[in-house]
T-cell receptor
Framework: QQQVKQSPQSLIVQKGGISIINCAYE??????FPWYQQFPGKGPALLIA???DVSEKKEGRFTISFNKSAKQFSLHIMDSQPGDSATYFC?????????????WGLGTSLAVNP | NAGVTQTPKFRVLKTGQSMTLLCAQD?????MYWYRQDPGMGLRLIHY???????AKGEVPDGYNVSRLKKQNFLLGLESAAPSQTSVYFC????????????FGDGTRLSIL
């Protein structure tokens, strides 16, 4: 299955709280899992990415947790700030013949209340 | 650094009209992509190119054509616009090696009446 299922569709968090967005996949050929952040009126931008040979990657307040056996990965935003309010997309990359392809989740709209 | 530039930013068309969306990148990237973004449907790949002179179909190619005559430019054409093509269109580019990030433009908001 060439799908990445992302949840929740929308999320409201208080300032200082933890935001958690989850993604699940079926295809074991996926070997690259990026998260993109999109602000209103802008294109998505790479936030953080992980490969399946590690279980966690942290960059500042943003952490990806990866569970290979469960085929799930999640984005945790610690100490969430109003400036983190955006749409977040997970994705999964794989080899398709001679090319690389990226399958996108449907996105999560995050609102952080001040 | 300009990165990925999309032209125009906004456009309103009537059903049946044609137009071309232009994407230009200054990062010497091999790969370029056109997506459309609709509420609740995420990013859907329309067409992509892995190099100058090459194009390939993505997930939702019907009603669109593309050309990559120069490495830095990727054009998306609508020959006969339909209301179902009302969307926000994003262009992206990436290096031609594994797992390189895609760099996006700021989108073209297209309305078909």
């Amino acid at each position: 299955q060439q799908q990445v299922k992302q949840s929740p569709q929308s999320l409201i968090v208080q300032k200082g709280g933890i935001s958690i967005i989850n993604c699940a996949y079926e295809n074991t050929a996926f070997d690259y899992f990026p998260w993109y952040q999109q602000f209103p009126g802008k294109g998505p931008a790479l936030l953080i990415a992980i490969r399946p040979d590690v279980s966690e990657k942290k960059e500042g307040r943003f952490t990806i947790s990866f569970n290979k056996s469960a085929k799930q990965f999640s984005l945790h935003i610690m100490d969430s700030q109003p400036g983190d309010s955006a749409t977040y997309f997970c994705a999964a990359g794989y080899n398709a013949g001679n090319n690389r392809k990226l399958i996108w989740g449907l996105g999560t709209s995050l609102a952080v209340n001040p | 650094n300009a990165g990925v530039t999309q032209t125009p930013k906004f456009r309103v068309l009537k059903t049946g009209q044609s137009m071309t969306l232009l994407c230009a990148q200054d990062m010497n990237h091999e790969y370029m992509y056109w997506y459309r973004q609709d509420p609740g449907m995420g990013l859907r790949l329309i067409h992509y190119s892995v190099g100058e002179g090459t194009t390939a179909k993505g997930e939702v190619p019907d009603g669109y054509n593309v050309s990559r005559l120069k490495k830095q430019n990727f054009l998306l054409g609508l020959e006969s616009a339909a209301p179902s093509q009302t969307s926000v269109y994003f262009c992206a580019s990436s290096r031609g090696v594994s797992n390189q990030p895609q760099h996006f433009g700021d989108g073209t908001r297209l309305s078909i009446l």
